[in-house]
């Protein structure tokens, strides 16, 4: 399960958040600390400098991605919890929106590489 702690600019969908769990996932089983995505709905940008954050009794490695669909641009910050790694398939999130200011869109500049840096 992942954790948003911030968003801004356009809504983003289920199948986005769903595309950013399995990226977050994936980054954390690899020890990747960036990557380019590309989805069905979305194409944009996750990174992680590898920290846990605490949301409350939440606790979790914190992600930012850069997210680009139709409707426009979005940032969002989250957190997944570690012990949630294999609990998880894609498309089991669980989404509510809640209504959040919207600043002015961000605008993303893609690259198609990964580094690994986390040990």
């Not at 954790?3 to 996932?25: E, F, K, P």
């Not at 009794?57 to 949630?84: K, L, P």
């Amino acid at each position: 399960m992942f954790y948003c702690l911030m968003h801004s600019g356009n809504q983003i969908s289920d199948d986005i958040r769903n595309a950013l769990l399995q990226v977050a996932r994936d980054m954390i089983r690899e020890k990747v600390v960036f990557i380019a995505f590309e989805s069905d709905s979305c194409e944009g940008r996750v990174t992680t400098n590898g920290e846990h954050r605490s949301m409350g009794a939440i606790s979790g490695q914190q992600f930012a991605a850069e997210v680009v669909t139709d409707a426009g641009t979005a940032s969002v910050t989250f957190i997944v919890r570690t012990a949630d790694l294999d609990e998880w398939g894609v498309g089991d999130g669980v989404w509510r929106n809640v209504p959040v200011f919207q600043p002015e869109p961000v605008s993303v500049r893609l690259t198609h590489e990964a580094h690994r840096t986390l040990q």
